[in-house]
């Protein structure tokens, strides 16, 4: 009688994922159409309008004067201490590990690690370009501001643009650079645009960011994040090299690399006859294979070719002559004498 086990949720859920295909070769990633491109120029002309717009001065700082005195936080204190926890989704750390143990199960799912090395690049080009901008301008916050209207640039700050809504917008933003299907890129899209913009608020909402911090911070990560499609090609590049070092590595550990073949043999070569040429010498040095040990009876012994024939009837052993001025200068006693 045919009995089968009842599933739980849990059951079917990691049965679908076993049944889950592989990440196709040719999969749809974003890539730099004109409409990209378009894209990019605006946001990078938006960054560089703020930038101008603070540096001259311009309304745009008496406006965030105007926002830091009228301190949100004390305006709604009843939600300053959900704020304090919802603005850690704009922390590098806390996120990065989530959204990279996410993208690591799709790596080892897939059988890919695009996923990984395009966050990794995203990381990069964020660190590399929000950095430069902080430590470049040095703007300092509403908490360490000393003078009225002033744009506090060049006073040794690190927040202009804002880095909490920067990474907001690169970390949510690559999940959706990396969904599989347009549909959930969509959704995912319009997901870290939500957390993105909010973590943004939340931050001037707390003080610590002046308004145009957090317009420069949108415009940061929104710019790295139409730029990943120019790196997809080194990330190929490296993905490959990386599988293939993968591979020489398993097949050394599982001994199938391609033996050394043994040098051959050498063999020995015949005296040189008189009066002809002698032949190549081996260079020193020069390995030779290991020949068996022969068993030689005790006292001085003279190469085959150096020993002079002898005729069959005659004795087979050799003259030797140390052994017969032996003979002569010490005579054998005469028993008896």
Known sequence: MRTERNLTRLDRVFARLDREPERPAGLDLPRMSRHRIVLFSATLAFYLAIVVAVLTTSWLVRFDWQVMFFRPYQQWPEIHAFLDY???LGQRGPTAVMVAAWLGWRSWRQHTIRPLLTFGAALLLLNVTVGAAKIGMGRLGPHYATTIGANEMWLGGDIFPSGHTANAVVTWGILAYMASTPRTRRYLSALSAVVSLSVGLTTVYLGTHWLSDVFLGWAAGLLVLLALPWVEPLLTRVEGWIFSVRELWRARRAGLAPPVAPAPARMPQPAPAPGGDAPPREPVGAARPARAPAYLAPGPHTPR????????????????????????????????G
């Open 86 to 88: 919802w603005v850690v």
């Open 305 to 336: 070719s150096e020993r002079s024939p002898v005729t069959p009837a005659g004795s087979r052993r050799p003259p030797h002559s140390e052994r017969s001025s032996r003979a002569a200068t010490s005579p054998r006693p005469v028993a008896g």
